[in-house]
């Protein structure tokens, strides 16, 4: 499959105001969402914990995360974000893509959503 970006924008829970934007990847193969950790302090996401990921390469490490509005697509969520490294694309994880009802067409490469999201 081909890469699929979209305009995401990240914002503390808090309302604070200030917030992220920018092209992030969307990954499938995440569960969360990432960031460059300067950016999302600057829009005044804090960590509140850590987790342990398994990356692409197949290396352990630990992330501290946070929990921020995320929106994208006309749709709006809330979810958890790992500060990345600073040279990190931004990704956009499934667990977001799935709460609001949008999942990935392999064949076109494009965002489609669902009609309505399965709650059974």
Request: aromatic share 6%.
């Amino acid at each position: 499959m081909g890469l699929t970006h979209v305009t995401v924008k990240l914002r503390a829970l808090n309302g604070s105001g200030a917030e992220y934007e920018a092209d992030f990847l969307v990954d499938t193969g995440a569960s969360d969402s990432l960031a460059p950790a300067a950016q999302l302090e600057k829009a005044g996401l804090h960590p509140v914990g850590k987790m342990t990921y398994e990356l692409a390469d197949g290396t352990i490490r630990e992330y501290p995360f946070g929990l921020a509005v995320i929106e994208f697509l006309g749709e709006v969520t809330a979810g958890r974000v790992i500060f990345g490294p600073e040279d990190a694309e931004p990704i956009l994880g499934v667990t977001a893509l799935e709460s609001v009802g949008i999942l990935v067409d392999p064949a076109s490469k494009t965002l489609k959503k669902l009609p309505a999201i399965p709650l059974k």
